[in-house]
Every structure is written in C-alpha cells, then in structure tokens.
C-alpha cells in the first residue's frame, strides 16, 4: 500500500480512528509522517506518535528535544547483549531474545496496554488448526471454570464444565 501523502513510497505508518463507530484510515510513508511533523490527523492539540510511544512505554518528553527521557532512570541492561532500556527506547526495538526476559517487568504493562494480554497467541490456519482452537477455547473455559469455582458460582462452573464436556467430545470425533 502506498503513500496517502505522496503516492510513491510505500506506507510505513498506519493509523485508525474510529469516531462515533465511524472509521477512517490514514496511510502514509516515513518521509511524510516526518513532514508533517508526525501529527496524527483528526487530533487537535497536536498530538504526536512521540507522544503516544511515550505514554505506552512510560516516557517523559518534557525536555524538549524531541527525545525520550525515561520517568525513572533505569539501570536495567540484557545480560546477553548489553542493551539497556533506555536505549531500547530511542531505538524502538530490542536486541536480542533475552531482552524479553531482562525487561519483563517494564515490558509487561506496555504489552498489556497494546495488545491486551501479556501472552502471545498467535493465529492458527482454519484448516489445519480445529483442534488447537477447540484445546484453547478449552483452556480458557477451565480458567474461567476455576474463577467461579473460587466465587462459589458453582450452577456457573457446572455448565461451563458442561461446555468443555462437549468440546472434548468434538475433539474425540475429529481425532478418532
């Protein structure tokens, strides 16, 4: 997909606004996103993607240079491959795998806040994928079964028990 602005580049930043359950959307290449001072469009007050990566990762932009201060001074760095936080901020990405594991506790609220969930699950292909559908939606019934179980919601967990029984037996007749 190309650029909104310039029609030549391809797109690099995408963005939605939804407005009254009214949907728009905006394409443009890096180029134009900088020139136009990477304003996103419908805001007013100039609302930047600087100031919306800052908010999702914790950031003060207060010193005016455009560049990303942390709130709190981490001394957080990988063990593997030296990076520390604040340089993943300024870079926007991370170093290796293990940086996962060493900037767990700051990463988790980011990933949270953006996807929802801390937990990557991935898509699975509709043809292949029945059965590992049918075993989450499983697992996700057995949480939901155990947090009525613990409210002592029990015609509740009877009948969610009663789901899983059945998609067990889907199970059986796709396997068997």
């Not at 900088?34 to 304003?39: A, F, I, P």
């Not at 520390?84 to 767990?104: E, H, I, P, S």
């Not at 996700?140 to 037996?169: G, H, N, S, W, Y």
């Amino acid at each position: 997909m190309n650029c909104q602005e310039c029609g030549k580049k391809p797109a690099s930043l995408h963005f939605t606004k939804i407005v009254n359950g009214e949907k728009t959307e905006f394409h443009f290449c890096e180029s134009c996103a900088r020139e136009k001072g990477d304003l996103l469009p419908g805001t007013t007050n100039g609302f930047s993607i600087h100031n919306l990566l800052s908010g999702l990762l914790d950031f003060d932009l207060s010193n005016g240079n455009n560049g990303f201060t942390a709130k709190t001074a981490p001394t957080i760095h990988c063990d593997h491959c030296g990076l520390t936080y604040t340089q993943f901020t300024k870079l926007g990405r991370l170093g290796c795998v293990d940086c996962y594991n060493n900037f767990a506790e700051k990463l988790d609220g980011v990933l949270r806040r953006v996807h929802g969930n801390t937990v990557h699950v991935g898509k699975v292909p509709k043809r292949s994928g029945g059965l590992i559908k049918y075993k989450r939606e499983i697992e996700d019934l057995k949480k939901d079964m155990m947090t009525r179980i613990e409210r002592e919601e029990f015609e509740q967990a009877a009948k969610i028990r009663d789901e899983i029984r059945e998609i067990e037996k889907k199970i059986s007749a796709q396997e068997g």
